[in-house]
């Protein structure tokens, strides 16, 4: 079977609008959480979210004519500033690749208007088009394989990359721009997830967001978006590209539960990540670090845990466990792109992002959450959980590639 590996990476946040400033940040400490501004929060009870700054507007425009950005929304723009980078940062030279071989598949949930835009009342059909974002990426660089969208809610963009994976292996493509995007800080969105009782609703930004604490109450909306270029080893070494690490397996799985809670004690999650290193033909004492889903809710938490222990056994202990969702909110469609991309700058830089605002440890939560500061570790495998309302999962592997 062909090897996959990761040759470039492109990331929007709120704690950075580049891939470089978001693993700075990642690794400081950063916090992007913030007093909402960009709608009115007086019908809210969740006032804080992880918003992105007007710095993206720079790093999408280089990439991005301003007509074409025109029929857009800010999601599809996230999406698009990450997908530019990306595609910059792999050094692939169009003018001799063959863009019949290149794939795009996008994780968008939602396009989601903001208030302004819905009163310019322009391009709105265009707008609506959740396939718009992996279309204008298509349409930019010439890739002319497999082009679509796909929503699995929360593992939309690990989806995405698993897809990815697949269409190289089976050698319909040689490289895939994958990833994910996610703007949902809107009236509708906010109100939703509270009435569903899964925001937190501490107004401290600091403190809003806790994985794995004792006082967690609930995630915290992020945006941004998140690409990686998935590349045949082959296609790779023959254009000597920079391979940053192999995408060694991944899974794609529902539980067929319920709509909105996990499996009781985390069997579907147990299962997402037993497939995917299964997948990898990596075994679990392999494993050296796991970039949780960890959203900061009372039951995703517990039973992450309960599953890691589940797969992992008397290893779960000496794994590095954290939860990039404190730093940077829960980005939705996004999240497993950049989550991802964390594991890959782990592996590269031997740093472990930290788990901000791990105060009070809860006693049913016993893993090593790498707990308010980066850590340096030597990490050969590394893998990010993405688990989603419907029940969606995914797990995908990344290894050190030593070519």
């Known amino acids: 079977m062909r090897k996959v590996v990761i040759t470039g990476m492109g990331a929007v946040t709120s704690i950075g609008a580049t891939m470089p400033d978001f693993w700075n940040g990642l690794i400081t400490g950063k916090c992007g959480m913030k007093k909402i501004e960009r709608i009115s929060v ?17 790093e999408v425009s280089k990439y991005w004519k301003k007509r074409q950005l025109g029929s857009t929304t800010a999601t599809t723009r996230f999406g698009l500033a990450s997908a530019g980078e990306a595609v910059a940062d792999c050094g692939v030279d169009m003018e001799t690749y063959d863009g019949s071989k290149v794939g795009v598949i996008f994780g968008v949930i939602d396009t989601v208007y903001e208030d302004a835009e819905l009163e310019k009342k322009n391009n709105l059909t265009l707008k609506k088009m959740p396939n718009g974002l992996p279309a204008l990426i298509a349409l930019k660089y010439g890739f002319q394989g497999p082009n679509f969208s796909l929503s699995t809610a929360c593992a939309s963009s690990a989806y995405a990359i698993t897809l ?20 949902a800080v809107s009236h509708d969105t906010i109100t939703g997830f509270n009435q569903l009782l899964a925001m937190s609703v501490n107004p401290d930004p600091e403190t809003a967001s806790r994985p794995f604490t004792k006082n967690r109450d609930g995630f ?51 299962i997402s990540m037993r497939e995917a290193l299964e997948n990898a033909g990596i075994a679990p004492e392999e494993v050296n670090y796991i970039n949780a889903h960890g959203t900061s809710t009372s ?54 992002p930290p788990t901000i605002h791990y105060d009070e440890p809860d006693e049913e939560l016993d893993l090593d959450y790498v707990p308010n500061e980066a850590r340096e570790a030597e990490v050969n495998v590394a893998i990010s959980n993405s688990f989603g309302f419907g029940g969606h999962n995914s797990t995908l592997v990344f290894r050190r590639y030593n070519g």
């Open 42 to 58: 007086e019908e809210h009870d969740t006032t804080v979210a992880a918003e992105v700054d007007e710095a993206y507007n720079t």
């Open 164 to 183: 990815g994976k697949q269409l190289i292996e089976s050698g319909i493509c040689d490289m895939v721009v994958a990833g994910g995007t996610s703007g």
């Open 220 to 270: 915290i909306m992020g945006e941004g978006g998140g690409t990686v270029i998935l590349e045949s080893e082959e296609s790779a070494k023959k254009r000597g590209a920079r391979i940053y690490c192999e995408l060694a397996g991944a899974s794609a799985t529902c539980e067929a539960f319920n709509l909105t809670a996990p499996q009781t004690d985390g069997i579907g999650m147990a």
């Open 299 to 352: 039951l995703n938490d517990l039973y992450e845990t309960k599953a890691i222990h589940e797969v992992f056994g008397d290893n779960a202990e000496k794994l590095a466990v954290s939860s990039i969702k404190a730093a940077i909110g829960h980005t939705l469609g996004a999240c497993g792109a950049l989550e991802g991309i964390a594991c890959v700058k782990a592996i590269e830089t031997g740093i472990l």
